[in-house]
């Protein structure tokens, strides 16, 4: 497989005005890393996919009459992959989130494989000394592996991390997980949603008491594998069965309504060559999601 793992140009490609660091309320930061991928490699060419895709996104969000962007919307520097290994990687993230949470940015991590969010959740964790916070995790798997392959940081191990640590966790859309994971389920703060339960039931409904589970505050985390593969073929472990482009929308309108997004991310894209599709939506759904999260926030005050 073959790509970039450097963007080629900012997010959405704004107007310059709404793109300065200094100015901007929220920053994309892409990660091109997947050195623990156990199927197919290739997430690490997805930042720079999403990115290149978002050139082609409308400015106007037509469902939210809005045009997010006006907040302010600044790309920052890849933080790239550090070959120390994947415990490195995550201190390299945050270290990276620290210095863009000093400057009281809301921080949208863009992967890379799953791996890439323990970077953001370890400077929330420490930066907020003991004040609550939670996490929902849109994901084909539940990630609740001890380690995979020898090593605590994979991207298999993502949920177990955020359970050592304290962290509520809500999971919707799951559809496969070992025997290990479905033992540890219950013994940690986990709730899940599988992805059956979501397409026969009220997805609007049955999230409600899941919610319930969660701090005022969450951080949310979409691993692109929540999808469908007919929906979003381009991942590294497709499982069948998965959501749909209306119902994950649903849901995270109804996260940011009643809970505050305090960070996200988006992962696990895996483009294939010459297939453009999956890498519109991964860039729509970050944008609509910036949306949702950043409802009330004011416009930059940018002089005609």
Known sequence: MTGSINPTGPFLDPPAEF???????VVILPV?????TSYQPGARFGPAAIIAASHQVELFDEYLQRETYRIGIHTGAPVFPNVAGPEAMVADIRAACDEL???GKFIALVGGEHTVALGALEALRRRRNGRPF???QFDAHRDLRAQYEGCAYSHACVAARAVD????????GVR???REEQDLAPRGAVTALTAWALAKGDPAALFEPALAALPDEVYLTIDLDAFDPSVMPATGTPEPGGLTWYTVLDLIEQLAHKRRIIGLDVVELRPIPGFVAPDVLAARLLYRTLGFVTHGWPDLPVQA
């Open 176 to 178: 496969a997980w070992s």
């Open 19 to 25: 793109a300065r660091r200094e100015t901007a309320a």
């Open 101 to 103: 949470l000093d400057e």
């Open 134 to 136: 939670g996490v929902v």
């Open 165 to 172: 640590w304290g962290l509520p966790l809500v999971q919707l």
């Open 32 to 36: 091109p890393y997947d050195a623990t």
